[in-house]
């Protein structure tokens, strides 16, 4: 190659390495091939020069402007790349360092209906889904409370079409459904929403959760009744809990008993949540009255049952040392996920 070429193109090199943006390499590319550039007067110097000078130079001149075309693209692709790189990190951002995520939490109320359902299922009991308006057969005359009967008004009833539907004020609605769609033996448990014109405060809310199970079989007995709540206690507050029962009524179950259970939090020696006493009042159950199971269809003469219901609020405020019946149904995200974890 012709020495002046030469020397253009190793100071050219020489210059693109300090090159690093696309106006600079721009202006180098100008300063070389440009009307004005290096190479150009060299080619417009050649009038002057010998004709076989002029064939040499005038060849490398050209294979010098292939090159600098060359350099030029590749230093372009370079700059672009690394635009490309320098945005990428700059922008980078690693989302598991954000600090203002909260963590999701699930609803008190949700984690204790979960390890219900979770020990229920573990003793072999079917998870029914209950509806929440129900005839005011379902309600009340099917679990052999007629119209006339007075426990009617033990349950403040939010009627939806009077003498017809209602909201569902106990999840014993669900009893004559199970009776009517299932063969003994089995056993089921129905946790859902009741409803009922209550006056709203620390203890009683106007919409709250129920637990109610029923097993029919041959000689179930109140025996069976006591052990499958003390096999759920245990299981709930992880340690042996005792229950007692006393008698109680409930139109749907002869004898009819209510069940309180050994405070898990002191042993008897009396504190906050037992109210000194040492024992907690859990829930009204029983034997299933004859009246109930023929309702549903059930041969009397082969099978009995067992029925009770709880209320599930309740068992999540003592679980938890809640105070306040009200922070299940309001919206203060604050206090509802502090129970994320047990
Ligand atoms: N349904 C009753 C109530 O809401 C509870 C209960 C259910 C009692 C089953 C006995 C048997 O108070």
Not at 84 to 99: G, S
Not at 198 to 207: R, S
Not at 211 to 225: D, F, K, R
Request: charged residues 25%; contains cysteine.
């Amino acid at each position: 190659m012709h020495s002046s070429i030469l020397s253009i193109r190793s100071s050219a090199v020489a210059h693109l390495e300090k090159v690093s943006n696309i106006a600079d390499l721009i202006e180098w590319k100008n300063e070389l091939l440009g009307k004005t550039g290096e190479l150009s007067s060299i080619l417009k110097s050649l009038k002057d020069a010998t004709p076989e000078e002029r064939s040499t130079l005038g060849k490398d001149a050209n294979t010098l402007r292939w090159e600098i075309e060359e350099m030029y693209e590749k230093k372009a692709a370079e700059i672009e790349e690394q635009k490309v790189q320098e945005k990428l990190h700059k922008e980078w951002k690693d989302l598991t360092e954000r600090k203002d995520i909260q963590t999701w939490a699930l609803h008190p109320l949700t984690l204790v209906i979960n390890d219900v359902m979770d020990t229920f299922t573990r003793m072999g009991f079917e998870i029914w889904q209950a509806k929440e308006i129900v005839t005011e057969y379902e309600n009340f005359d099917s679990v052999n409370v007629p119209a006339s009967h007075p426990a009617r008004d033990m349950q403040d009833t939010y009627w939806i079409e009077w003498g017809k539907y209602v909201l569902s004020t106990q999840t014993s609605s669900q009893q004559n459904n199970i009776l009517k769609s299932r063969k003994p033996p089995f056993q089921v448990i129905v946790p859902d929403r009741v409803f009922r014109n209550e006056d709203i405060d620390a203890t009683h809310d106007n919409t709250f959760y129920q637990v109610e199970g029923i097993v029919v079989g041959e000689n179930i007995s109140l025996a069976n009744l006591k052990y499958t709540i003390e096999t759920m206690l245990k299981d709930l507050f992880g340690k042996e809990v005792s229950i007692r029962m006393r008698p109680g009524f409930f139109p749907f179950v002869e004898p009819g008993v209510e069940i309180d259970f050994s405070c898990p939090f002191c042993g008897w020696s009396g504190c906050k949540v037992c109210k000194k006493s040492g024992w907690i009042e859990f829930m009204g159950a029983g034997l299933m009255h004859p009246n109930v199971l023929k309702e549903g269809g059930v041969d009397t003469q082969k099978y009995s049952g067992f029925a009770f219901g709880f209320g599930l609020n309740r068992l999540a405020m003592i679980r938890y040392g809640i105070d306040d019946m009200r922070i299940f149904m309001h919206t203060d995200i604050r206090a509802l996920r502090q129970f994320a974890w047990k």
